[in-house]
């Protein structure tokens, strides 16, 4: 179970970082030269994008605000395309399946493993979780007389310093750690996100938003938010 962990705690850390890493490594994707010119409308890249690659697969519209030379951006979760502001052309394509941290996401998921991976993770992740608890238990004292020697990392040898690391550091870490193993379960199993909304009075909605399925939605024209 420590090996599965290390792999997800690594490839999740590294995918938290995603976008600055790509910011730096993909920079012709993010951004084009820098022109004194005006911007094409929003409508005739949507227009292109939609032509090509299909009406259904354009999910979402983005582009960094901060830099007015910005790419932007249309797609899906199969694929990005970035566009030239200025004229409209593509730019360059990525396809998300080849791309590294599909795979980095994919590992942190499945273990490249698919279904068998997916429930590898999640039944570490309750083994993971069970000894995180055990170890409150086992760390709180019976004597609190003897408290300050809880949160006490003592040198007097290598063994000792190690036991007492473990002990006061795994204290505070522990609590960090179950909000993260419970966020995971809560994304890798139905019955966890079901328990999670019955103990909150909440429930699911669509990953656009709440309103997202209102009857009273309104249309908008694309371009006079651009």
């Not at 890493?21 to 012709?28: E, L, W």
């Not at 993010?30 to 939609?50: F, G, M, Q, R, T």
Request: aromatic share 14%.
């Amino acid at each position: 179970a420590g090996i599965i962990i290390l792999i997800v705690t690594i490839t999740g850390c590294i995918y938290s970082f995603e976008e600055e890493i790509t910011n730096y490594t993909q920079q012709d994707f993010n951004v084009v030269k820098l022109e004194n010119v005006a911007h094409v409308p929003l409508n005739k890249i949507v227009e292109s994008y939609k032509k090509k690659y299909g009406e259904d697969k354009l999910l979402f519209i983005k582009q960094k605000e901060i830099a007015p030379n910005a790419t932007i951006i249309l797609g899906n979760k199969k694929q990005q395309v970035a566009y030239n502001p200025y004229n409209g052309n593509e730019v360059t394509i990525l396809k998300s399946s080849s791309s590294f941290f599909a795979i980095v996401l994919d590992i942190h998921r499945t273990l490249l493993l698919g279904e068998i991976g997916k429930e590898i993770i999640g039944i570490t992740a309750f083994i993971f979780l069970f000894m995180i608890l055990s170890g409150l238990i086992l760390w709180f004292p019976t004597n609190f007389k003897k408290i300050k020697s809880f949160f006490t990392v003592s040198r007097k040898s290598s063994k000792r310093l190690n036991f007492d690391l473990h002990r006061v550091g795994g204290f505070y870490a522990s609590f960090i750690l179950i909000f993260i193993v419970c966020t995971g379960l809560f994304f890798a199993y139905d019955f966890v996100k079901n328990a999670t909304f019955a103990v909150t009075a909440s429930k699911a909605y669509s990953k656009w938003g709440p309103d997202s399925e209102s009857k009273d939605k309104q249309k908008i024209n694309i371009g006079e938010i651009y």
